[in-house]
């Protein structure tokens, strides 16, 4: 199992850039993917971002060209750098860890941070 704590979030104006960070303790990032998931209210949690090992990436449609997921093994950290942000990219965002390869499915991640609430104003 790993710990997983996300900061970073707040409150910013439509068209604005965010960088919201997931610290890691208790396991290598050797063997392990990592994820980004929201979850709006109203709706199911969803996919944004992940992150395997050797740096392969994987967006959901709705982000793709504006998000950017990246990752510091030497910091034990994950990063997910927002760009031109929009109203209903308000959600709660989590970092998710899994101990096999990148998935986009919310069922397949082990391991989930307390998540960083996001609001993007109009």
């Known amino acids: 199992q790993v710990q997983l704590a996300e900061s970073g979030g707040g409150l910013v104006q439509v068209g604005d850039s965010l960088r919201v960070s997931c610290a890691v303790s208790?396991?290598?990032?050797?063997?392990?993917?990592m994820a980004w998931f929201r979850q709006a209210p109203g709706k199911e949690r969803e996919f944004v971002a992940a992150i395997d090992w050797v740096r392969s990436t994987y967006y959901a449609d709705s982000v793709k060209g504006r998000f950017s997921i990246s990752r510091d093994n030497a910091l034990d950290k994950v990063y997910l750098q927002m760009n031109s942000l929009k109203p209903e990219d308000t959600a709660v965002y989590y970092c998710a860890a899994r101990s096999f390869l990148a998935t986009m499915s919310v069922t397949d991640y082990d391991d989930w941070g307390q998540g960083t609430q996001v609001t993007v104003s109009s």
């Open positions: 208790g396991r290598t990032f050797r063997t392990s993917a």
